[in-house]
């Protein structure tokens, strides 16, 4: 039987699905494109704004629409936090949690017997799961995720009720399965959790011990998915730096530059802590990309907040961000609060951060004209360029000469920037 797989979310999702299609297949199945006539569908589904949960149950709807006689699944995040599956997701045939995600062929099995939907809820107390992934099809680089779960419980999020408390992948384990993915052929391996920062806390290793056993596998590139920043101590920066093999992009989770709006949002920093942890960075990694998430229009945010935060983000001059405006979450704290932003407020403040980034983004990209980069080459998208990132996350593009470049690496010189991408030509060896 043919398994379509749809991920929203996170690049731990992105993990997890591969874990789950793995999983489908040493059961027998095979797995089939989006769009075709799947006899399975398995949604794996992200919950970290309303929107993203509207977005989940529009394209459930689509798919049941389409595929009428499927068997659709609907896991993760999403899955963990709905409270009552049966009527809210009525397409689905298999609701289950994260705990469960890997037990998809034995609950479709089932399912196919009884005839009736299938809801399983992740137990209370979560052990790290035994999971490895071998290979990431069609695909440049690998993933690789280490931790689980979140302590931290800011005032706008779902995600520690959706995963639960922070644990941990064993160094060993961690070796092993990034020895693996290289033995599979990925030059570039993404290490990725909820929580990465939070690797090891309480025990005899931390995030720089993880990083280590990763760029030990032998893999070309190993490069780092978001972080939270009051985690990064000067010791673990320097130690992160004397692996040769390690990116220079950080994703350094932001949310807002003004110290009364981190505050209530019940992050664990301010602005100086961070803007000393950005600074320490760029010492030990000259060059470096820093890249973030923020959001605008958090309950109660002024005006006078939110031109704090925007000074400080043209402060920070970031090479890219992710900019959203702040969404309900039911379940949380903020959702509760009376002092909303009202919606027109929170698309002109997103607009406004979003060129302030702009700006900082094309200088950045400037600043490499004229350099020579390293560029791992993805699978190709365009009949005019060959496409990769750089080491510091800039997609780079080189005019098409051969068949493909897909996994290689080559060295390029910048020779211009449209101030999204670079442009370059390749060293001839």
């Known amino acids: 039987m043919p398994v379509a797989y749809y991920t929203f979310g996170c ?24 769009g075709s006539n799947a006899d399975i569908i398995v949604i794996n589904t992200c919950t970290v704004t309303a929107q993203s949960d509207l977005k989940l149950r529009k394209l459930l709807h689509r798919l049941r629409r389409e595929n009428k006689s499927a068997v659709i699944a609907v896991c993760g995040c999403y899955a963990e936090v709905v409270s009552d599956p049966l009527s809210e997701l009525p397409e689905a045939d298999i609701v289950v949690g994260n705990a469960d995600k890997n037990r998809l062929p034995e609950l479709v099995a089932r399912f196919f017997e009884q005839k009736a939907p299938i809801f399983e809820k992740t137990p209370e107390n979560r052990d790290y799961p035994e999971e490895e992934v071998t290979a990431f099809s069609k695909k440049t680089r690998g993933i690789i995720k280490i931790q689980d779960g979140c302590d931290r419980f800011c005032s706008y999020c779902i995600i520690p009720y959706a995963r639960g408390r922070s644990r941990f992948k064993p160094l060993e384990k961690i070796k092993e399965e990034a020895e693996a993915l290289v033995r599979s052929g990925h030059k570039e391996l993404v290490v ?35 972080l939270e920043p009051e985690l990064l101590s000067r010791d673990i920066i320097e130690r992160l730096a004397k692996n040769k093999n390690l990116c220079p992009h950080f994703h350094l989770a932001l949310q807002s530059g003004c110290d009364k709006t981190l505050k209530e949002m019940r992050r664990k920093y301010d602005k100086a802590e961070y803007f000393t942890i950005v600074s320490s960075l760029r010492k030990h990694f000259p060059g470096c990309a820093i890249t973030t998430d923020i959001m605008v229009g958090f309950p109660g945010e002024s005006e006078e907040g939110f031109k704090e935060s925007l000074e400080f983000v043209k402060q920070i001059a970031f090479a890219d961000a992710h900019i959203f405006p ?22 002109r403040r997103a607009k406004a951060m979003s060129e302030a980034v702009s700006e900082s983004r094309k200088s950045y990209l400037s600043g490499l004209v004229g350099s020579t980069v390293e560029v791992l080459f993805e699978k190709e998208k365009s009949p005019e360029f060959h496409q990769g990132h750089s080491r510091n996350y800039c997609v780079v593009k080189v005019k098409r000469f051969t068949d493909t470049l897909f996994r290689q690496t080559e060295n390029v010189v910048i020779t211009g920037s449209d101030g999204e991408s670079l442009f370059g030509e390749i060293i001839q060896r």
């Open 326 to 347: 702040y969404s309900p979450r039911k379940g949380t704290p903020a959702a509760l609060r009376s002092d909303q932003v009202p919606g027109s407020i929170k698309e």
């Open 11 to 34: 690049k731990v999702n992105q993990y997890e699905t591969e874990l789950i299609r793995e999983s489908f297949e040493k059961n027998g199945f095979k797995t089939a494109e989006q």
């Open 192 to 226: 990725v959790g909820i929580n990465l920062s939070d690797y090891g806390k309480g025990g005899d290793s931390d995030l720089s011990d993880a990083v280590k056993a990763v760029c030990e596998s032998g893999a070309e590139r190993v490069r780092l998915g978001s």
